[in-house]
């Protein structure tokens, strides 16, 4: 049975940090692509980050520069360090495999960035 786990968020002030985790069980977690997503109030979901098996890691402009994806391999465990938080982060975040190969969605994790 595939689970996947998030947590992590919270209430940080602009320009804080936070760092998500994701607990994935049920797949072959080192032979896969992981990726973060988010979801705002009355937006569509948006992949914010990917991280490839071999590590290769992809970016949203929106987060470029401030969030580090990461993963261990060893634990099953899918990173997010987000750092330099804007309001416009906001959102329940999701871990999940790439769009083309959706798992069921966890819980999520919310995290709130107040000004």
């Known amino acids: 049975q595939v689970q996947l786990v998030e947590s992590g968020g919270g209430l940080v002030q602009a320009g804080g940090s936070l760092r998500l985790s994701c607990a994935a069980s049920?797949?072959?977690?080192?032979?896969?692509?992981m990726a973060w997503y988010r979801q705002a109030p009355g937006s569509q979901r948006e992949l914010v980050a990917s991280?490839?098996?071999?590590?290769?890691?992809n970016y949203a402009d929106s987060v470029k520069g401030r969030f580090t994806i990461s993963r261990d391999n060893n634990n099953n465990l899918l990173f997010l360090q987000m750092n330099s938080l804007k309001p416009e982060d906001t959102a329940l975040y999701h871990c999940?495999?790439?769009?083309?190969?959706?798992?069921?969605w966890g819980q999520g994790t919310q995290v709130t960035v107040s000004s």
């Open positions: 049920g797949i072959s977690f080192r032979l896969n692509t």
């Open positions: 991280i490839s098996s071999d590590g290769r890691t």
């Open positions: 999940n495999r790439p769009p083309q190969s959706l798992l069921s």
